[in-house]
């Protein structure tokens, strides 16, 4: 469709000078020529022709056949320019070339009637309606040369009145069978009170193509594609082939030209041709904006290819961001090559639950090209960081084989709990019957589910090898060199306060020691010896009081202190090394958080963020139209948009299927027709003209036949034995009338006068109806062109000869049982989501009312091939919700035990989902099948950002505000690393040419990764501290009055926190301790960040004050 609109927005576009730029750009589209397979194809011969008819003169249809023209829907129809668009010429000696532009059919007929019968042929023109055809009607510029001089103005010289001429549509050759209604032609139009046009805003000019199939099968046998291996592929390929070769001329003509190409309907193919505006003068008015479906194609093809440049560079985001969170400055503590591991992981992992899909046969679409590697790379990674995070905490006093073992026992659920739900989420998003939604929800659960086995099976064995690395004593990444660090075995002997007693009001004791390390070379061990000195210092301000730090440390409390200054040990580290996320979490965030006021503002601002979400909820809109995806300041767009304003029209089918019978059912088709016209989105018929459905046209027909026939027996030409001298109308007539149905008796001539065609109900005769459908389709070729009726299958041929009249020319073979048919509609003024969704109603609610009368129909068109899915999409949309809470509460209740818990993570989830729906309301962005994707999927992904928390919440001992600051300090880092690692892979996304993935994916993704990480890490924490369940876990060790429980390390000292039951007269205090390293010892491997959890017994400790010279010992590996 090629589209003209002026650049001052409401000038008047119907004027001769207008309409001159619009044939100009016309005929530049139509010229183009391209030589494929030795052959040249031209618009000529790949354009879509309308019913070419039958001719027994072999040297007349071959004339016919270049001179048909091209079915072109253009405005220039109403004046002889139009004739300039087709292409078709003849040759006949003693004349010039015919074209259309010099062509009178009644004077060509008069001529050839000597020579040839073309009574046939005549009548059928009559019946067309062709007349003159282009060389009667008026020139835009009488003072052309070649303005025929039968033009109405040629004398006159005077111009047209544009607005007069195009009042009520043009006609194509053939006034009856081709007419171009204003809706197709003009757009902005404005009448007068009197309902004349006046004036419009816009032209249309459609030219039409034939698919590949009818291509394949108008040139099968030629002798053009006889040495060529002729083929439907093939055909395709020319018309690919022209229309490229259309945007090469269009891009050296001027600025960038879109991609011609066809759009395929069920009888023919939309060609929307794309113009440079150089095409146009330069100081021209008017601009051109063109589209093609070939243009579309392109576009979503280049929309659902896979960036390599987007997803190298996603991947390698995510590799520099996972080594460097993971590297540290202790190459003992070091991961970044378990970082790195970890993300090559997830790549493969993901790579290969693609092939999975891809064996599986779920067809890949632009989500899945675009968005599932980066945001199963980001879920995957999660649970790296998870694990790794762990990995690190695990108690000192693990022996290495259990390490492993270790880790996995304390995340293991969480990451079981997080995959299950994902793997949930999306199988329940492939409820909603939308083919792409289901294709990528599918596709993201099989993903999601090789992640998990990847990560739970592979990656712990990663861990491992990086565990032997350290203990090994090999740099981090480039574990190919040894590290400079020493082994750190660290002994702590006892010691008694030297007054005996501890003074009123101190609280914690401080150790302040200084390391000494030496190689014995005899045993070839590591002997490092701490002797303490200590002082007591008295409590520093608490923000949540002492419980914070209460008993409750562990021996790598201890290790993880400061060391002195005379240390020996070659590494150390900056101060800003010594901080990350943990310590942020414990010393300020927490904190923080969990104070009255800070709760009472945090749900405070989350309340006003769910009202405001409920708000812009109402806002959000149904619909996803073209304009939304196609690239924005493109040609391409520029057109949608024009189309979208000025030409919103659609054709549409009401395909009617076999399984009765039509012969019988005439008054049900016609019914459904009427109830089917009368919809409010339905263009009407011209009053002046008949509906353009092949029923119609057929029973029409047969009364014209009829009253031929009634004619000719009047007049005695026709007679119960002859039909030879009457007109062919009255010859078909006869021929018919005779047929009985019956294989014995096929004929009978009594029947001539005794029974009509169609009876007075205007119901065709049943027994007739097949037979004279082989007639029709025979006889009327232009007619049924018109109705596109895509009969299947399809009527016999059958070539009519008045003067044989023997018995086999008298038997007419009738059409098998219909089996698919379709009546044409055009729906006009579908604007918005809400208009398609109406029409569709009605459209479903008559097809509903004719299957009540025994008819099979449903109506067909892109309207209903992608507008119907909103029929039911917010009914799926919340159905797939619901059905998704309730499934992770019952996952979560079931894997945590704790269903008080599983139903505080779905009410935040939920708040989750509701937030971001408001969001999309606030951006403008509107439901469709993707949002709804993202939607569903966020309850899953959601699950990522609470459940760490809710399971370190119920694992830890001590009041509810202790609990969740536990929970924030041990799942603070790895939930934020997993949010920045979705981020950077989302990151690529931003840089996509299609704002409708930067707006639909990247925008929505981007804010449903900030809402989980807000209501993940402040909301649920707040909330447990206020409605959290009890603690899952039991203390297994009771404290001893005699013997203090395990420091908890604060600003470089070592604490020990008194129980609030401590009595008066306990003065004795140890203040050192042995640290037994179960061997094989890992150097540097049990020095850990500060933390809370009893994980010692309190029993060892007398056994160890009893020594006063120990050391621990290990292995000293030989380095190299």
Request: charged share 15%; proline share 7%.
């Amino acid at each position: 469709m090629l589209i003209q609109t002026p650049r001052q927005e409401g000038e008047n576009v119907l004027t001769p000078e207008a309409l001159g730029l619009h044939l100009q750009a016309a005929l530049t589209a139509s010229k183009v020529q391209v030589s494929l397979y030795g052959k040249s194809w031209d618009l000529n011969k790949i354009c879509y022709k309308s019913g070419i008819p039958l001719i027994e003169n072999g040297m007349i249809e071959r004339m016919i056949e270049k001179l048909f023209p091209c079915v072109i829907l253009t405005p220039l129809d109403c004046f002889w320019e139009g004739a300039k668009l087709q292409g078709g010429s003849a040759y006949l000696p003693g004349r010039p070339d015919i074209q259309w532009t010099n062509l009178d059919p009644e004077q060509l007929l008069e001529e050839l009637g000597p020579f040839a019968s073309l009574e046939g042929f005549r009548e059928l023109l009559d019946k067309a309606q062709v007349g003159q055809a282009y060389v009667g009607r008026p020139c835009l510029h009488p003072d052309d040369l070649h303005c025929p001089p039968s033009a109405p103005n040629h004398h006159s010289k005077q111009a047209p009145n544009v607005a007069q001429e195009l009042s009520g549509g043009c006609h194509g050759f053939s006034h009856k069978f081709m007419h171009w209604q204003e809706e197709l032609l003009l757009g902005g139009m404005a009448r007068d009170p009197q309902g004349q046009l006046l004036r419009a805003e816009a032209l249309q000019s459609t030219f039409l193509l034939m698919s590949p199939r009818q291509l394949y099968e108008h040139f099968r046998g030629d002798y053009q594609t006889h040495d060529i291996g002729w083929s439907e592929e093939q055909a395709g390929t020319v018309l690919q082939a022209w229309q490229r070769r259309f945007v090469q001329v269009s891009v050296r003509m001027g600025k960038g030209g879109a991609r011609g190409c066809s759009l395929l309907l069920p009888l023919r193919s939309t060609l929307s041709l794309q113009l440079a505006q150089e095409a146009l003068p330069q100081n021209s008015s008017q601009q051109i904006h063109a589209f093609s479906s070939t243009t579309l194609d392109d576009i979503l093809h280049a929309f659902s290819e896979v960036s390599a440049a987007r997803v190298v560079g996603g991947y390698l985001l995510m590799l520099a961001y996972a080594c460097v969170t993971m590297l540290r400055w202790d190459c003992a503590q070091s991961q970044g090559a378990v970082g790195l591991a970890g993300v090559l992981l997830v790549a493969l992992a993901v790579a290969s639950g693609l092939g999975l899909c891809a064996l599986l046969g779920i067809a890949f679409n632009a989500a899945t090209t675009q968005v599932l590697p980066f945001l199963a790379l980001g879920i995957g990674v999660d649970d790296i960081f998870l694990l790794a995070h762990a990995f690190t905490e695990a108690p000192p006093g693990t022996p290495l084989q259990e390490r492993t073992g270790e880790c996995l026992q304390r995340t293991g659920t969480s990451v079981a709990l997080t995959s299950i739900s994902h793997m949930v989420a999306f199988f329940m998003a492939a409820l909603v019957p939308i083919p792409a939604l289901r294709a990528f929800s599918l596709q993201a659960a099989i993903v999601v589910g090789c992640n998990f086995a990847a990560v739970m099976l592979v990656f712990p064995a990663v861990l491992s090898l990086d565990l032997h690395r350290r203990h090994c004593q090999r740099l981090d990444v480039l574990c190919c060199f040894s590290s400079p660090c020493s082994a750190r075995v660290i002994q702590i002997l006892p010691q008694e306060l030297g007054d005996g007693t501890v003074p009123v009001g101190i609280a914690h004791l401080t150790a302040t020691v200084q390391a000494f390390a030496h190689c014995e070379a005899g045993s070839q061990h590591v002997v490092t010896i701490l002797p303490p000195r200590a002082r007591l210092v008295p409590p520093p301000s608490d923000p949540l009081g002492s419980e914070l730090f209460s008993p409750g440390g562990s021996t790598r409390d201890l290790l993880g202190q400061e060391e002195g200054t005379r240390q020996k040990a070659t590494c150390s580290s900056l101060p800003c090394a010594r901080w990350n996320l943990a310590h942020f979490a414990r010393s300020q965030f927490a904190p923080l958080l969990l104070q009255s006021h800070s709760k009472a503002i945090v749900l405070v601002l989350f309340g006003a963020l769910l009202g405001l979400s409920l708000y812009g909820a109402t806002l959000v809109q149904d619909g996803l139209a073209l304009t939304d995806v196609v690239p924005r300041g493109t040609k391409e767009h520029a057109f949608l948009s024009a189309q979208l304003r000025y030409f919103s029209l659609y054709e549409v089918a009401l395909v009617t299927q076999g399984g009765f019978d039509y012969a019988h059912s005439q008054r049900a088709l016609f019914d459904l027709h009427q109830r089917f016209s009368s919809l409010k989105a339905v263009l009407p018929t011209p009053a002046t003209q008949a509906p353009r459905t092949w029923l119609h046209y057929y029973r029409n027909w047969l009364l014209g036949i009829q009253a031929a026939f009634d004619q000719d027996w009047a007049s005695g030409r026709i007679s119960r034995h002859s039909c030879r001298n009457g007109s062919e109308d009255g010859a078909l007539a006869y021929k018919l009338l005779l047929q009985t149905g019956d294989a014995q008796e096929p004929l009978d001539f009594s029947q001539l006068t005794t029974r009509k065609l169609v009876d007075k109900e205007g119901l065709i005769a049943p027994e007739l109806f097949y037979v004279g459908l082989t007639m029709w389709v025979s006889s009327d070729p232009l007619g049924l062109a018109a109705s596109q009726a895509n009969f299947y299958p399809p009527p016999p041929e059958w070539l009519h000869d008045k003067y044989d009249t023997t018995g086999e020319n008298l038997r007419i073979p009738a059409a098998q049982p219909l089996e698919f048919a379709q009546f044409p509609f055009l729906l006009r003024g579908l604007q918005k989501t809400a208009d398609f969704v109406e029409a569709i109603e009605g459209a479903r609610a008559a097809c509903a009312e004719a299957g009540q009368a025994g008819v099979r129909a449903y109506p067909s068109g892109s309207p209903f091939l992608f507008w119907e899915q909103y029929l039911g999409l917010r009914r799926y949309f919340l159905l797939a919700i619901c059905i998704l809470l309730v499934c992770t509460f019952l996952v979560c209740a079931l894997l945590l035990l704790n269903p008080w818990t599983a139903g505080l993570i779905v009410l935040v989830l939920a708040m989750m989902t509701v937030e971001l729906f408001g969001i999309m309301g606030f951006l403008g962005i509107k439901l469709s099948a993707i949002p709804v994707v993202i939607l569903v999927a966020s309850v899953g992904i959601g699950v990522e950002f609470t459940v760490h928390v809710a399971l370190g919440f119920l694992t830890t001992q001590g009041s509810r505000n202790l609990r969740a600051a536990h929970a924030l300090e041990r799942t603070f880092a790895p939930v934020t690393d997993g949010a920045v690692s979705t981020l950077l892979g989302l990151l690529m996304l931003a840089g996509s040419n299609f704002d409708f993935i930067i707006r639909y994916f990247f925008v929505v993704l981007t804010v449903l990764t900030l809402l989980g990480l807000l209501h993940g890490l402040v909301l649920l924490p707040v909330l447990l501290s206020i409605l959290g369940p009890p603690p899952e876990v039991v203390q297994m060790y009771k404290e001893s009055p005699e013997v203090l429980s395990p420091p908890a390390p604060r600003e470089g000292g070592l604490r020990w926190g008194l129980p609030p039951t401590l009595p008066q007269s306990f003065a004795r205090v140890t203040t050192s301790m042995t640290v037994a390293l179960h061997p094989p010892p890992l150097p540097g491997a049990y020095i850990h960040p500060a933390s809370d959890e009893p994980t010692w017994s309190p029993v060892a400790t007398p056994a160890a004050s009893g020594s006063s010279n120990l050391s621990s010992r290990g292995p000293c590996p030989a380095t190299g």
